[in-house]
């Protein structure tokens, strides 16, 4: 998970903000007569980008110059657009339950995340 987005969920404010965005999207996914999902003009640009790409979509933004309207961003369905198996909104919620079962392991935050592992090469791999 995008690690903004988990930034966003540790406040109510962010919470709301990704629910009902969320909310636009699940409904967006379920409805395949739409192809292309305009988000609200009062949502928070960056966050809209965010929770749309978690769902597989593709995004852009609009840029409403000539009629003075603030810019809106799309989401447009692509093949790895798909419901997701645990919504946004639960994460956390579901992160501390995790915690608690498993003994109160590492907590995820918002800079956690993936690690890159590299292999070094051996001696045969370097060509020695």
Known sequence: VDPALLQALQTPHGRAAVGELEKCVVEFIKDSSKDVLEFPADSQAALAHRVAQAYGL???????????????????????????????????????????????????????????????????????
């Not at 809106?72 to 339950?97: F, P, Q």
């Not at 890159?116 to 791999?125: A, F, H, V």
């Open 58 to 128: 593709q995004t852009s933004t609009i840029d409403n110059a000539d009629t003075g309207a603030a810019p809106r961003v799309i989401g447009k369905r692509t093949e790895h657009t798909r419901l997701r198996c645990m919504r946004l909104t639960l994460i956390d919620e579901a992160t501390a339950r995790a915690r608690e079962q498993a003994g109160a392991g590492p907590r995820v935050t918002a800079t956690s995340g993936p690690k890159l592992l590299l292999k070094r090469p051996t001696g045969m791999e370097r060509g020695g």
